[in-house]
């Protein structure tokens, strides 16, 4: 995992607060709940981008710098890093806003693919980007 930062980097896509279902006994939250916060906030920003249906093709190795604790609330910031011609590429940081602080700590990071799909299910084409 690279360096870290004191500043999460993309845009805020995935607030959730840790609940005991989501922990071991210890209180540490499963590494896999994490990681499917993540592919919903990847979901979420490649369907915005792509306007229609979207699925996750690949995961770039993950690593986790810090537990997640019961209670704290799961940041996730996401980043479409590239595009090409069905798929996009998202930068994925997750942050954790300690229990009842204002303290962030940087838990993991990781590359998402996502898929442009058609009805058919197919992988279609990712439109342009909407002019603002």
Same mark, same amino acid.
């Given at each position: 995992?690279?360096?870290?930062?004191?500043? +999460? %980097? @993309? =845009?805020?896509? *995935? /607030?959730?607060? !840790?609940?005991?279902? #989501?922990?071991? !006994?210890? @209180?540490?939250?499963?590494?896999?709940?994490?990681?499917?916060?993540?592919? *919903?906030?990847?979901?979420?920003?490649?369907? =915005? /981008?792509? /306007? @229609?249906?979207?699925?996750?093709?690949?995961?770039?190795?993950?690593?986790? !710098?810090? +537990?997640? &604790?019961?209670? #704290? %609330? *799961?940041?996730?910031?996401?980043?479409?890093? /590239?595009?090409?011609? %069905?798929?996009?590429? *998202? &930068?994925?940081?997750?942050?954790?806003?300690?229990?009842?602080?204002?303290?962030?700590? &940087?838990?993991? =990071?990781?590359?998402?693919?996502?898929? !442009?799909?058609?009805?058919? @299910? &197919?992988? %279609?084409?990712? +439109?342009? +980007?909407?002019?603002?």
């Amino acid at each position: 995992m690279a360096a870290q930062s004191d500043t +999460p %980097t @993309g =845009e805020l896509t *995935l /607030r959730t607060l !840790a609940m005991p279902a #989501d922990a071991n !006994a210890a @209180g540490d939250i499963f590494g896999g709940w994490v990681m499917a916060q993540m592919d *919903l906030a990847c979901g979420i920003r490649a369907a =915005e /981008r792509a /306007r @229609g249906r979207v699925v996750t093709a690949a995961v770039q190795e993950m690593a986790f !710098a810090m +537990p997640v &604790k019961i209670g #704290d %609330t *799961l940041c996730v910031y996401t980043e479409i890093a /590239r595009v090409g011609r %069905t798929s996009m590429t *998202l &930068k994925v940081e997750t942050w954790a806003q300690r229990y009842l602080t204002h303290v962030m700590q &940087k838990v993991t =990071e990781a590359t998402f693919v996502m898929v !442009a799909l058609d009805a058919e @299910g &197919k992988p %279609t084409p990712v +439109p342009a +980007p909407l002019q603002t």
